[in-house]
């Protein structure tokens, strides 16, 4: 009843922002993404008789409040499919700097499914994993894939065809990302709450609905053909429109930092001169820039030297879900 699972994080390159339903997380939109193979959690689970309550630890401390129960409640949904009523020690281990933007949650509750559905004996397909996970945390759902993968966000009012669905391997193309990393602090508005914010009270948002299916068709055009200039374009575009909505919102906020914006315009400037570089940000401060091999020095020197840049770490496309 034991079992150890590594999931990656990945970089919505089309933003999931908005859900339709908070309880079982279904999405207003599609979302689509690459799994990168910098970051990442191994998650251990077992299940042991002798437990009287769950237990849960990160990089070796124990977890507890909001964010004990939200793994608790993601085993009971997994013990709820295997008919089981059994607690279980959890133990995460994490590469990813948490709640700084980084979607630790993505590659956290990845591992999760991962390792407490087989665990369990539960033997699931890639769909029915992606499902499950979507649960714990939306955007996890697309790191069960490695490479390029798209959230189909469903109709149906129980969830059952809302899950990731996987468009491209990992091997299929080297872009690569490099995380500009600005600040390890704790966001001040958590995803989850800044999404339902802008959901309820930004008049930009239905915008930002309506633009997507234009973007998701062009960005899947885009990885079709390798054309990394429209990818990027698209992308970058993209995570602008899901951070102008934060902006529509009452009250107001922002993920970005004054540092943010320098090295924003610096990218917009690197462009000017010719250099193919595009940026996208998820709810945090830190800044992703998608850049192709040939441009790996002068991303990291130029960006790197940038004040209040305090790491540049890079990735190539990661893989899904692996056993261990
Ligand atoms: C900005 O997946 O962390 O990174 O479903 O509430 O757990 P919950 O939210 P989460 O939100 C991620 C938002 C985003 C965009 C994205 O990854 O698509």
Known sequence: MKATAKAH???????????????????????????????????????????????????????????????????DLIRNMAGKQVYARVESVNDVPTAAGFASSASGFAALAAAGTKA?????????????????????????????AEWEMGMREDGSDSYAVPIAPADYWDIRVAAVVLSSAQKSVSSRVGMRRTVETSPFFQGWLDSISKDLLEIKQGIQTQDFEKVGEIAEANCLKMHATTL???????????????????????????????????????????????YEEQVKQTLGSLPGVSDIRLSRPGQGITYL
């Open 9 to 75: 994080t990945n970089i919505a390159l089309i933003k999931y922002w908005g859900k339709r339903n908070e309880s079982i997380i279904l999405p207003t939109n599609n979302s689509l993404s690459l799994t990168l193979d910098g970051y990442f959690t191994t998650t251990t689970v077992e299940y042991n008789n002798s437990l009287s309550k769950d237990e849960f630890t990160l990089d070796g401390l124990a977890v507890s409040g909001e964010s004990y129960k939200r793994v608790s409640a993601f085993l």
């Open 248 to 294: 529509g919102a009452s009250p107001p906020f922002t993920y970005w930092h004054d540092t943010t914006l320098v090295v924003m315009q610096k990218i917009w400037e690197m462009r000017l001169q010719g250099t193919p570089v595009y940026f996208t940000i998820d709810a945090g401060p830190n800044v992703k820039v998608l850049y192709l091999p040939e």
């Open 120 to 148: 369990i004996g539960l033997k699931l397909n890639d769909q029915e994993l992606s499902r499950l996970t979507r649960q714990g945390s939306g955007s996890a759902c697309r790191s069960i894939y490695g490479g390029f």
